[in-house]
């Protein structure tokens, strides 16, 4: 399979402070990724969409001024937990899908992030 | 819009047993499926997906799934389980049209026991 990383794999940080989770497609080029949010003992929520060099859309209920995606180039795409709080803690995934090869019409996840905040 | 069922939460077995684990979509639309497995702390790793052709579709570490349009199922097998397949699973289903979102099932627990 096709193979994303996610980093860092955990961080902790203060509140009020802001966290950016990078997102990379490794070995394929992906057109779209998406943001997912994870909490314990439950399925993924999925955030948002990102396509390389378009904006983020979101899910209903994500705020957009929170959560800040950037999808810059085919193989990276960013969030951003901003002002970040207790109730922001949780586990972040990405995942990414392509057009062609690897990643035609399939999602590849990374390993996740976990936030805690203080 | 399409959801995703699991009818169970939590399955147990003994290690060198089956398992099955069953997925029911409704779609309105032709859809691709796919299993994936979760371990702890970690994020989601394919197994197999269907995309079209062959109903029975074979995936890593000896899972096999089998697409039943007329069921809308897409049940995941394992013949025999080691104490390793504990995880959670995942089946997930996208429209075929727009490629695009997942929509996950509620997951399934399977612990392997000795």
């Known amino acids: 399979g096709a193979v994303v990383s996610q980093h860092p794999s955990w961080v902790i940080c203060k509140s009020g402070t802001s966290v950016k989770i990078e997102c990379r497609s490794l070995d394929f080029q992906a057109t779209t990724m998406f943001w997912y949010r994870q909490f314990p003992k439950q399925s993924l929520m999925l955030m948002a969409t990102?396509?390389?060099?378009?904006?983020?859309?979101?899910e209903q209920g994500v705020e957009k001024d929170k959560f800040l995606i950037n999808h810059a180039s085919l193989t990276l795409s960013t969030l951003t937990v901003t002002s970040a709080h207790p109730e922001d803690s949780s586990f972040y995934i990405c995942?990414?899908?392509?057009?062609?090869?690897?990643?035609?019409?399939?999602?590849?996840f990374g390993p996740g992030t976990r936030l805690l905040v203080l | 819009a399409q959801s995703v069922t699991q009818l169970d939460s939590q399955v147990p077995v003994f290690e060198e047993a089956p398992v099955e684990l069953r997925c029911n979509y409704s779609s309105s639309v032709s859809v691709y499926l796919f299993w994936y497995v979760q371990y702890p702390n970690q994020g989601l790793q394919l197994l197999l997906k269907?995309?079209?052709?062959?109903?029975l579709v074979k995936g890593i570490n000896g899972f096999e799934a089998e697409f039943n349009k007329s069921q809308t199922s897409f049940h995941l097998r394992k013949p025999s389980v080691h104490i390793s397949d504990t995880a959670e699973y995942f089946c997930a289903v996208t429209i075929k049209a727009a490629g695009n979102k997942l929509t996950f099932g509620g997951g399934t627990r399977v612990l392997v026991k000795p």
């Open positions: 269907y995309l079209s052709g062959s109903t």
């Open positions: 995942s990414a899908k392509g057009t062609s090869g690897k990643g035609r019409e399939t999602q590849y």
């Open positions: 990102s396509n390389e060099g378009s904006k983020a859309t979101y």
